[in-house]
Each structure stands twice: as structure tokens, then as C-alpha cells.
């Protein structure tokens, strides 16, 4: 059986190109366990657009006792844009067709690609809070995959979370662990000339 060719490589957002915020920010106002709990109901909840993103600061304020003003405050402060990955996505723009696949608040995530000027690098860019599903639903890789108009092995999946990926390939993506983008060249050198 022939291996399909790579046609398209799909990207997360946080952990990826930009920095993690909320795994940062709310462990400075609760426990660890707090914070995963969090982020798990009312920043998932804000993510998959359920709630907005104004009451998830609302919520999240009342609980570590600071104004939600503070909070998108925080947020921000955490926002680093690694210049590598931008670099190494312009790059792979000459040959591959190349989209973003994130689990986001919006307008937050909107305003982060306009001041860095993030939006020309993606074909297609799919926000789970616009879409209202969020990794690690397969129904959100589906709809990625159905979005660009490829087959699944046509696509390459990229993130630094194993669930995530183990979901991707569930619908029959590609994937790569990020562990940096020296290693993320190398692995994508490997998978690309196989």
C-alpha cells in the first residue's frame, strides 16, 4: 500500500507558536488542582464558546478574588510569540498547504493574530470557540479535514499535548509531538521524505 503524501500541516496554537497562558496565570491565584479543574469546566467552557469570553474572566475573578480586568491583564502578559515557529511555518507555506487548528477564546485569540500579524500564515484557521467544538473532539479534527478537502492521511497534525494527538489520529491524521522547533524540523523531514 502507498503512502499518501503530505499535503497539508495543521497546527495548535498555545504551546506551539504562542506561549501557554491559562496553565501559568491561574495557578498564581489557586491550587494546581484548582486550576486544572478550571480550566477544564470554565476556560473549556469559553473555549467552545459556551460561555463568552467576558464571563469566563468574570467567573475565574470571583474565584481568585481579582478584577476580571486583572485577569485579561495576566493573560496577556503571558502572550510570546516564538519567532522559529513563525519562521519555520513561512517556510513550509513554499510547499505544503498549512492551517491552524486551536483551542481559543475569541476575541483573545483574534486580537493575539492581528498584533502579530499571524493570520497570513494559515490557509484556514479553526477556532474552537467559533466553531463550538474543541480538541479533543474528533468532530473538530473532521471538520478541519473536510474544511481543507483532503483526505485525513493527507494531513499532518501538530501539538504538544499526546490527547490531542491521540485524537487526530483517531480520524486518521498524521501527527507529531511538539517538543520544539529544532526537533518538530527534524521530525517533519523524517515523516515528509518517507
Not at 494559515?122 to 483532503?150: C, H, N, Q, W
Request: with cysteine.
Amino acid at each position: 500500500m502507498q503512502a499518501t503524501k503530505i499535503q497539508a500541516i495543521v497546527f495548535d496554537f498555545f504551546g506551539v507558536i504562542c506561549s501557554e497562558i491559562a496553565p501559568f496565570v491561574l495557578p498564581k491565584y489557586m491550587s494546581q488542582e484548582q486550576a486544572v479543574a478550571y480550566k477544564a469546566t470554565i476556560v473549556h467552557d469559553a473555549d467552545t464558546g459556551t460561555i463568552t469570553q467576558d464571563e469566563m474572566f468574570r467567573r475565574l475573578s470571583a474565584i481568585a478574588r481579582v478584577p476580571p480586568e486583572k485577569l485579561h491583564e495576566e493573560f496577556w502578559s503571558y502572550v510570546r510569540i516564538d519567532p522559529e515557529m513563525v519562521a519555520l511555518i513561512e517556510d513550509l507555506r513554499r510547499r505544503y498547504r498549512v492551517a491552524l487548528l486551536t483551542n481559543a477564546l475569541t476575541p483573545f485569540f483574534r486580537q493575539i493574530a492581528a498584533k502579530y500579524d499571524l493570520e497570513r500564515l494559515f490557509e484556514v484557521i479553526l477556532v474552537s470557540s467559533e466553531e463550538g467544538l474543541a480538541k479533543p473532539d474528533p468532530a473538530f479534527y473532521r471538520l478541519m479535514v473536510v474544511t481543507l478537502r483532503l483526505e485525513p492521511q493527507a494531513c499532518v497534525f501538530i501539538d504538544d499535548n499526546p490527547e490531542n494527538l491521540e485524537a487526530a489520529g483517531s480520524v486518521g491524521m498524521q501527527t507529531l509531538l511538539f517538543e520544539g522547533a529544532d526537533k518538530l524540523k527534524r521530525d517533519l523531514t523524517r515523516l515528509t521524505q518517507a
